[in-house]
């Protein structure tokens, strides 16, 4: 394997996130900041400084986002990175989108946006001048055109006229692109970008994940399972997109051969809604968001998984690319998942089963398919595990710090 560049000076991961947060976006950026780090480039995240975010120490942060247990100022376990953490840096940025009502928040949410890319640029300018720079946002890219060393990373397709501006913008003036999925490569190479300067790097999963499982009997234990019960995992975000409430119904209707469902992950106030939703249903237990370290019992303890997108929006269809997936895949969980062309671009048709989205129907019939064929699932879990060897983040680290490099 060719090994990556040296990047001296840093590199910076510049991203519109709160740190630490349990939406997806910050455990993305947690875990591809300790892959660049672990390969070789010493990594500052510049983030959004927003109103409502906890300041605790940089340590602490990774601690809440790792896979592993881990050393941190507040206690912990014993993992920590070898080549230490990556550095930690909040960027300024005008922030009273939750002080107004939900349908008012559309002009805050921009300038929100604007003036954090306004502020991560401006550090970028005065303290990383030599570094290299992958940004997550357009508006932090926009306001570093010119310089040498940037890169965009692009985790879906801009709508408006003034993003889809910027993006020309940025792309010709030289700025290599990363694409998140097959389906944001296809719209940028519809908007006219050019193939050779895209790569699509999908998310991944930690090898160490594998080695933190715990036996699936020791596992159930600690969750209060039956041992020889169906137990149906869903672990992830509770957004409407990702179509939980289609697992909800198929479980509301008895579709899932008796099997217990697991709903781990979410904000407090989607769980909040689930469960009041879920109320009744004994088959049903919404957990709520867990510590990342956590998340390799659950994925121990189950049967299946399931990742019920629905159609609609785009991110959904064409762009999403689940770290549930990945992880499921490393973990030898069988999957049921939606037939959309976002789950398609990282899974064969003999990794899972797909089903017709938003079917309670379909997805019932699908879980069921394989948990009454156990030798089923051990193949499909086993295809799945060898396919997903190459979507580690290290290696995903080390292509990106190539790409960059040739693309400078």
């Known amino acids: 394997m060719t090994e990556p560049p040296s990047f001296e000076p840093p590199l910076i991961l510049a991203a519109n996130a709160r740190m630490p947060s349990v939406r997806a976006q910050s455990v993305q950026l947690c875990r591809a900041a300790q892959a660049f780090q672990g390969a070789g480039a010493d990594t500052v995240v510049l983030h959004a400084a927003r109103r409502d975010t906890p300041r605790v120490p940089p340590e602490d942060v990774w601690a809440q986002l790792t896979t592993l247990p881990t050393a941190s100022t507040s206690g912990g376990a014993a993992f920590a990175p070898r080549r230490g953490w990556p550095g930690l840096m909040a960027a300024s ?15 805050p949410a921009r300038l929100q946006e604007w003036s954090f890319g306004r502020s991560a640029a401006r550090i970028i300018k005065q303290r990383f001048q030599g570094a290299r720079v992958l940004a997550r946002d357009l508006e932090v890219a926009v306001h570093l055109l010119g310089r040498p060393g940037v890169a965009l990373e692009i985790h879906r397709v801009p709508g408006g006229r003034t993003r889809r501006r910027w993006l020309r913008k940025c792309v010709d003036g030289g700025m290599p692109v990363v694409a998140i999925s097959g389906g944001v490569r296809d719209d940028l190479e519809a908007l006219g970008v050019a193939p050779d300067r895209i790569t699509v790097e999908h998310d991944a999963h930690d090898p160490a994940l594998v080695d933190a499982l715990p036996e699936r009997g020791a596992a159930r234990e600690t969750l209060g399972l039956d041992l020889d019960a169906g137990v149906v995992l869903y672990a992830g975000g509770l957004l409407r997109w990702k179509g939980v409430n289609v697992l909800l119904d198929a479980a509301r209707q008895d579709l899932l051969g008796g099997a217990t469902v697991l709903i781990v992950g979410g904000m407090d106030a989607d769980v909040a809604a689930l469960q009041r939703r879920a109320a ?34 785009r991110i959904s269809s064409h762009y999403t690319s689940p770290l549930k997936v990945f992880e499921a895949m490393a973990a030898r969980l069988p999957l049921v998942v939606s037939d959309l062309p976002s789950l398609r671009d990282v899974l064969r048709a003999d990794e899972a089963v797909f089903v017709e989205p938003e079917s309670p129907e379909a997805l019932g019939r699908g879980v069921v398919e394989l948990l009454e064929d156990a030798e089923g699932r051990r193949a499909m879990a086993a295809r799945a595990h060898e396919s997903v060897q190459a979507n580690t983040w290290g290696a995903r680290a080390r292509r990106l710090l190539t790409f960059m490099e040739q693309n400078a």
């Open 93 to 107: 940025c005008v922030d009273w989108i939750d002080l107004v009502p939900r349908p008012l928040q559309f002009l």
């Open 280 to 313: 009744g249903l004994s088959s049903v237990r919404v957990l709520g968001h867990r510590a990342a370290h956590e998340i390799p019992l659950f994925l121990a303890a189950a049967d299946v998984g399931v990742v019920p997108n629905r159609r609609t929006p």
